[in-house]
């Protein structure tokens, strides 16, 4: 070849060479490859009808043989098949090619070069001749194979040795340069006839070889569209065909068929694959711009098509740009895979374009407008599933290759779930839903209602060579120096497909879905908040109506934050959309269920839920389990109290024991989760299943709450443990934190009250467990106080502010007034928290008092529940009652606040009458010096009559315990008159009062009365004295001094004795 070529022409030799040895032609089958001979056993094809004679053609056939193998051949580029390409001759049909019913005479049979003329004029659209029929019905007119088959002599016949010639020149005659248009079509053609069989091998030879070239040049089109006489461009020649419709009728579109012919010349021809690489890449360039309000399904059809071909599918893979990024906003953006995964309803054009004037919007516009946005996220989250599933089938490497890529997307979004989120750094929530929704119908295979697979997600995962990146999540218990020794010792092999997929949807979750959730729940708030702020805002517009400068700015800014406001409350109501899909919420579900044993095994060492969990688990905690990230567990909270709230009835068709057994394993463990709020979630996730749901229906968990043996043998006391444990959470919030922690755990305990078993349990416990028995008592006698006395002082305040207000407020200064509203609305609030909880509180003493009076009669418990019964009763039935009543009338206290005084009063008369059996109780109740009164009992009995609070026979009962208790302080008096004064070291350094038990502090070496440092150890590890840590087994008892106080007490009672013998007998 000459050295002057250039460079376009020597590729373009090259690529003409490789036609010179092509594969045989294609056979009838449509399944058969494109290249392999036909079989000669298929007796059953139908002979093709002979085709009219086109441009004069010669019914000779010899003539027209002999002429086609003498023709030179001049200068056109010529392909011709070697001898190899020959086809076997198949067994020819006897009959005639055609036939004309009715027709007296039987026409001469069409010769085969007659037929290979029309037929090649048809199949690809072409003539040889101007001003023929066929020229006037918009075929192509070769006139420059024309013109050189006349320059040469040669008969104007289509053949397929000219055919490479003809389709040079009719695709380079393409309408806007665009060869595909053309030749696509044609091969359409060839397809179409080749799926119809006949028996003439000599027919199949020229549609396989028509087939053969029409590919080859279709390559060309695609890898050198130069050849034809086009610029180069930017644009890939194949990506705009690829968005072309298969079903189109001007069969420009690329079918699977094509595909498939395309990708069987990978190994003959190394240029196809980069090419189809770099169509994708441009399709992937161009659907980044678009969003799910554009025309985007094209795109999902073209790559719909491509991997449904294995190897085109493990192909694009392999793009240079298919997992490039790092940059978490831009990945979805510029990695392949990355625009179709963003295309959401979420996206903030689409979520206006379905909630445009939110606020005005009526509750069926709405729904109906969320059942449309669901049913656009349930097609795009089809065809996302459906692609994904043909890339991990495609091959091995394939499935590598999308795993890091889904890998890295999560990796690299850490950052969603931070307290303060900048949109403009992150993946948007569109792309992480849709990444956490195809992760979760990957998993439907693997997660089956049994948990059969669950052994196959391997502990060691993050011990090998992780995709997903922990190292700095917080761990569940352990902290970074440990984590990263821990993890420092790799473990050899590699993770099955099962693990990767496990590990990776729950970082999905993570950073995806209940990123999702948590946003919706601040969006409320915020939403909330600018209401407030745009009403606040337009109250101020009179301030402007006189200055039309100032009042244009004014209504320009407040339409702007009405704008932003607008943008929120669409959000809101995508979210809603997306995130109440049932079936994907089932999906979720299962998840979480999956998480949640699989957790339970590897902490416990179980094979659950084959095999039984035992509480507690071991003191020595597996490393595995230590080491894992916190949000293994936050998924599971977060994803169960959204569902709870939102959908509660996916949760029964769905729901196993393991969720319940999470809760009650790492409450009643709780050393092995460190995060006091991780634990706090599983108490929520139990309180929001005992929740009644709508239409009165019983909460989610209450049936296995009260059926479940693991719920009855362990859950009373893990809450109440955790009662005890919320006291201390060691956050800046704590106080706050226990009254709502504490709140849950009542409403739970309400819950399985009734149920005989835990009144049983629970009796059990004080019995058995004294000591943390009357460390939750003393907690919870602390609490009672505490909200009692907020709840009480504020509406003290309140009274005050308001009455305040009514006498002194018009003489006010505006800012002065402005701020005595502000305090009285504050006030208000706290009243109705603090009221809440009150009623709570009081209704679990009630309870308890009722099952347990021993328990609550306890030395070290006794007094302070007497003092504080005495003092609350003289809040509700003293002189200083009236200072409660607030807001004019108690009906609106009870709907402002939840404060009914009476029922109040009947509270604690009830806590008082469930008590009264045991003497002491009655002793504590007399000794009260702050509050006892006899009267106030009295008076506290008339309100009860008077406002019929509790029964006749409690009355009565009330009335001999007003008895017993005046009875009490005169003999308690009448005793401390006999001891006269009592020696300083007799009496308890705290409470000043004589000691019964004195026990010697280790540390101090003060000695106290038992009773009084047991109870303050109940809310003081420490040395009351020196602050040194003491516990309840390290005091010594002071036998001693208990000795000399008995004998002090004898004594005293002796001369009381020999003195009222000596005024009998004087008397007498």
Not at 125 to 142: S, Y
Not at 173 to 196: G, H, N
Not at 711 to 726: D, G, Q, S, W
Not at 943 to 966: C, F, G, M, N, S
Request: hydrophobic share 35%.
């Amino acid at each position: 070849m000459s050295d002057t070529l250039s460079d376009a022409e020597k590729i373009r030799n090259k690529r003409l060479a490789k036609l010179q040895n092509p594969v045989a032609s294609a056979g009838p089958s449509s399944g058969e490859s494109p290249g392999s001979p036909p079989t000669s056993s298929n007796p059953s094809r139908a002979q093709s009808p002979s085709l009219p004679t086109q441009d004069g053609a010669s019914n000779d056939t010899s003539a027209s043989a002999t002429q086609s193998s003498q023709q030179p051949e001049g200068k056109r580029i010529k392909i011709t098949p070697t001898a190899s390409a020959s086809v076997p001759e198949r067994p020819r049909s006897t009959g005639p090619s055609s036939s004309q019913p009715n027709s007296p005479a039987k026409p001469s049979p069409q010769s085969i070069e007659d037929f290979e003329h029309q037929v090649l004029g048809i199949l690809f659209n072409v003539t040889l001749k101007e001003g023929t029929l066929e020229a006037k019905d918009r075929r192509i007119v070769l006139s420059g194979l024309r013109d050189e088959l006349q320059d040469e002599g040669k008969e104007l016949r289509l053949h397929t040795g000219i055919l490479d010639q003809a389709l040079l020149e009719a695709a380079s005659k393409a309408e806007q340069q665009r060869p595909l248009d053309y030749l696509v079509p044609c091969w359409s053609r060839i397809q179409d006839r080749m799926k119809k069989p006949d028996p003439d091998t000599r027919k199949w030879d020229i549609y396989g070889e028509a087939k053969r070239l029409c590919i080859s040049y279709c390559i060309f089109a695609i890898t050198m569209p130069e050849m034809f006489g086009i610029d180069s461009s930017e644009e890939t020649p194949l990506a705009r065909q690829l968005l072309l419709s298969p079903d189109d009728s001007s069969r420009r579109g690329i079918t699977p068929e094509f595909l498939k012919d395309l990708s069987g010349k990978f190994d003959e021809d190394d240029s196809i694959k980069p090419a189809l690489i770099a169509a994708v890449e441009e399709l992937s360039a161009k659907l980044s711009s678009k969003d799910a309000n554009g025309e985007f399904q094209p795109y999902f059809t073209a790559l719909r098509n491509l991997v449904d071909n294995k190897a085109i599918a493990a192909a694009i893979t392999e793009s240079s740009i298919f997992n490039a990024s790092e940059d978490p906003a831009q990945f979805e953006k510029t990695t392949l895979l990355g625009p179709w995964f963003r295309l959401s309803p979420l996206q903030p054009n689409v979520t206006m374009s379905y909630f445009s004037s939110p606020k005005t919007r009526d509750h069926g516009y709405i729904s109906n407008s969320q059942s449309s946005l669901r049913m656009m996220q349930n097609m795009i989250q089809w065809e996302l599933d459906y692609i994904t599933g043909k890339i991990l089938h495609a091959s091995t490497d394939a499935k590598n290759r999308f795993l890091d890529w889904v890998a890295t997307a999560l990796n690299i979004n850490h950052k969603r779930r931070a307290m303060q989120v900048d949109p403009e750094q992150v993946a948007s929530d569109g792309f992480m839903f849709n990444l956490t929704s195809t992760l979760d119908k990957l998993c439907v295979p693997i997660m089956n209602i049994d948990f059969r697979k669950i052994h196959t997600f391997h502990g060691e995962y993050f011990q090998r060579n992780p995709r997903v990146d922990i190292k700095e999540e917080t761990k569940i218990n352990a902290d970074q120096h440990a984590s990263d020794a821990f993890y420092s010792k790799k473990l050899d092999g590699n993770s099955n497909f099962n693990s990767e997929l496990f590990f990776l949807t729950i970082a999905s979750h993570q950073y995806g879905s209940e990123s999702l959730t948590s946003k919706l729940d601040q969006l409320e708030k915020d939403l909330k908040h600018m209401e407030q702020n745009i009403e606040r805002v337009e109250g101020e517009r009179e301030r402007w109506m006189s200055n039309p400068a100032q009042l244009r700015l004014f209504e320009q800014a407040l339409k702007k934050y009405r704008d932003k406001f607008d943008l929120g409350l669409a959000l809101k109501y995508s979210l809603q959309a997306v995130l109440l899909d049932e079936q994907w919420q089932i999906r979720s579900i299962e998840v979480i269920r999956h998480i949640a044993v699989w957790l339970l095994r590897v902490a416990s060492g179980v094979n659950y839920p084959q095999e039984k969990i035992k509480l507690p688990l071991t003191q020595q905690q597996p490393e595995v389990f230590q080491n894992l990230p916190e949000y293994f567990l936050d998924v599971i909270i977060s994803n169960f109290k959204f569902v709870s709230w939102a959908m509660p009835h996916t949760i029964t068709a769905t729901l196993g024991d393991e969720l319940v057994m999470l809760c009650i394993t790492f409450l009643e463990s709780s050393s092995y989760v460190k995060n006091p709020y991780l634990k706090a979630g599983l108490v929520s996730m139990l309180y929001r299943g005992t929740l009644d749901r709508p239409g009165g229906q019983r909460g989610v968990l209450v049936d296995l709450l009260n059926s479940m043996p693991f719920a009855n043998e362990y859950l009373l006391h893990a809450v109440m443990k955790f009662y005890i444990e919320a006291e201390h959470t060691g956050a800046h919030t704590q106080f706050f934190d226990k009254f709502n922690i504490r709140y849950e755990i009542f409403q739970i305990i309400k819950c399985i009250w009734p149920n005989t078993l835990y009144r049983k349990k629970l009796s059990n416990q004080a019995t058995q467990n004294q000591d943390f028995f009357v460390q939750f008592v003393n907690l919870l006698l602390n609490d009672v106080t505490y909200v009692l006395d907020e709840s009480f002082g504020a509406f003290k305040t309140i009274r005050s502010i308001q009455e305040q207000l009514r006498s002194e407020g018009d003489m006010m200064e505006p800012s002065t007034r402005e701020q005595r509203e502000e305090h009285l609305a504050t006030t208000q609030r706290s009243a109705r928290s603090y009221m809440q909880l009150t009623n709570e509180t009081m209704a679990m003493l009630k309870l308890f008092t009722a099952a347990l009076a021993d328990s609550f009669t306890m030395p070290e418990i006794v007094q302070r529940l007497a003092d504080m019964l005495n003092y609350n009763l003289d809040a509700m039935a003293g002189p200083k009652s009236s200072e409660l009543k607030v807001e004019g009338n108690v009906q609106l206290m009870v709907e402002k606040y939840g404060f009914d005084p009476k029922v109040v009063l009947s509270e604690i008369a009830k806590i008082y009458l469930n008590l009264m059996n045991k003497q002491n109780f009655i002793t504590a109740i007399a000794r009260d010096g702050r509050s006892y009164r006899p009267e106030l009992f009295k008076q506290a009995a008339d309100l009860l009559r008077q406002h019929r609070l509790t029964p006749e026979e409690d009355l009565r009962r009330w009335d001999r315990l007003r008895k017993q208790v005046q009875e009490a302080k005169e003999a308690d008096q009448q005793a401390e008159e006999d001891l006269g004064e009592i020696p300083e070291d007799f009496l308890d350094p705290l409470m000043y009062t004589l000691m019964e038990d004195p026990v010697i502090l280790p540390s101090s070496k003060i000695s106290i009365d038992r009773s009084t440092i047991r109870s303050h150890l109940l809310s003081d590890p420490h040395d009351p004295f020196n602050r040194v840590p003491l516990k309840m087994e390290d005091v010594l008892p002071d036998t001693e001094l208990k000795a000399k106080i008995e004998a002090f007490k004898a004594e005293r009672r002796g001369k009381k004795a020999s003195a009222t013998e000596q005024m009998d007998m004087s008397a007498d």
